[in-house]
C-alpha cells in the first residue's frame, strides 16, 4: 500500500493540475446539478453549492470572484496558485440552465493572479485588480472595454498605505462602491469604503468600523453590509454589528429573502492559506443564527441561487 503523501504534496498535485487546466483551457466541472443548493460559494479549495445541511464540491478550483447576472455565473480563478505574478489567472463564465451550471466558457486569461471581485455594472463585467489598484472593464463575452485606475499603482509591500489591497465592487443607489482593506499600512487603520463617479475617479472616502474588510451588500433598505473581517463581525451603514465568530474571519456575504448567509474562514500566512478550512454561518433576517455549514476551504465569496 504506498503510504501518506509527503508534506506539501497535496498542493504541488492541486497547482500542476491548475497549471494544466489553464494551458488546456479547461474547466473542472466536478458535479454541474445544483439541486437543493441555496447559495455558491468560491474559495481556494473550490466552487461549493451549499444547501440546507451540507455543502458540495461543484468545480475544482481556485476561485476569488463570484457573481451571477442574468442567468450566468462569473467567476475569477487563480490558475497560479501561489505564484500570482505568474498571471495565470482567468475568468469563467458558466450558463445556469435548469438548475445545472452548463456550457463553461473560459472569456478571459492572463491575468494577474491577486484578482478579487467581480460584479456587472453598467453592462460592464468589473474585475477587482487588487495588485495593480485597478477596475478591469470587460464586456460580457470578454473582450477589454478599457482599465479605469482610481489609485495609483503601488507595491503589495507597501507600509505607508499607499497599497490599499482593493477586495470589493458593488453599485449601490447608483453609485460604485470599493473596498479598501488597507491591511499592510503601518501603524495600522481602519478599512474605507471609496466612492466613485461615473468617470470611475474618487469622489469620496470614509472610515469602516472595522479592519481587514471585505464585501459590500445592500439590503432591501438601501442599508449597506460588509464584513468587518478582523473582529469576525458583520457592520450595518446605520451601526448594526452582528458577532458572527470569535476565533474566525468573516468574508462572504449574501442575502435571500429569508435568509443571510456570512462566510468564516481560519486565518493564517498566505503560503498556507489554500489548505485552510471554512464554513458558512446561516443567519435569519433578524440576525438570528439558525446552522453552521462546514466548507472545506476558506469561502472568498457567496452569492444567492
Same mark, same amino acid.
Given at each position: ?5 509527503? +508534506? ?9 493540475? &491548475? ?6 483551457? &479547461?474547466?473542472?466541472? !466536478?458535479? +454541474? ?44 480563478? #487563480? ?44 453592462? %460592464? ?9 485597478? !477596475? ?13 485606475? +482610481?489609485? =495609483?499603482? &503601488? ?25 479598501? @482593506? ?15 463617479? =461615473? $468617470? ?8 469602516? &468600523? ?12 438601501? *442599508?449597506?453590509?460588509?464584513? %468587518? ?6 457592520? *450595518? ?33 498566505? @503560503?498556507?492559506?489554500?489548505?485552510? #478550512? ?5 443567519? $435569519? *433576517?433578524?440576525?438570528?443564527?439558525? *446552522?453552521?455549514?462546514?466548507? =472545506?476551504?476558506? +469561502? ?6
Amino acid at each position: 500500500m504506498p503510504g501518506p503523501l509527503p +508534506p506539501g504534496s497535496a498542493s504541488a498535485v492541486r497547482q500542476a493540475l &491548475a497549471r494544466r487546466a489553464y494551458a488546456c483551457n &479547461a474547466v473542472r466541472i !466536478i458535479e +454541474p446539478d445544483l439541486a437543493g443548493c441555496q447559495w455558491l460559494a468560491a474559495s481556494p479549495r473550490g466552487l461549493f453549492g451549499i444547501g440546507v445541511e451540507r455543502a458540495h464540491q461543484i468545480a475544482y478550483g481556485w476561485f476569488f470572484g463570484l457573481c451571477q447576472h442574468d442567468g450566468r455565473l462569473y467567476l475569477f480563478e #487563480n490558475c497560479g496558485h501561489r505564484d500570482r505574478d505568474s498571471c495565470q489567472g482567468r475568468i469563467i463564465r458558466f450558463d445556469l440552465d435548469g438548475g445545472m451550471i452548463a456550457h463553461p466558457r473560459v472569456l478571459v486569461t492572463g491575468l494577474h493572479g491577486n484578482i478579487h471581485q467581480l460584479a456587472v455594472i453598467g453592462g %460592464a463585467l468589473c474585475a477587482v485588480d487588487t495588485a495593480n489598484q485597478a !477596475i478591469r472593464r470587460y464586456t460580457l463575452e470578454g473582450e477589454l472595454i478599457d482599465v479605469r485606475q +482610481p489609485f =495609483p499603482v &503601488a507595491s503589495s509591500s507597501d507600509t505607508s498605505g499607499a497599497y490599499l489591497h482593493i477586495n470589493s465592487i458593488a453599485e449601490v443607489g447608483g453609485r460604485i462602491g470599493l473596498v479598501l @482593506h488597507n491591511g499592510k499600512a503601518i501603524p495600522d487603520k481602519n478599512s474605507e469604503l471609496a466612492w466613485l463617479c =461615473p $468617470d470611475w475617479k474618487v469622489s469620496e472616502r470614509n472610515f469602516l &468600523a472595522g479592519r481587514y474588510c471585505h464585501d459590500i451588500v445592500a439590503d432591501e433598505q438601501g *442599508r449597506i453590509w460588509h464584513c %468587518a473581517s478582523q473582529s469576525g463581525e458583520i457592520m *450595518r451603514s446605520d451601526g448594526l454589528r452582528v458577532q458572527i465568530t470569535t476565533d474566525l474571519m468573516t468574508r462572504g456575504l449574501a442575502f435571500n429573502e429569508r435568509e443571510m448567509a456570512v462566510g468564516m474562514c481560519t486565518f493564517g500566512p498566505r @503560503h498556507i492559506r489554500g489548505t485552510l #478550512n471554512g464554513g458558512i454561518a446561516i443567519l $435569519d *433576517r433578524d440576525h438570528r443564527r439558525l *446552522r453552521e455549514i462546514d466548507l =472545506p476551504g476558506p +469561502p472568498t465569496a457567496i452569492i444567492a441561487l
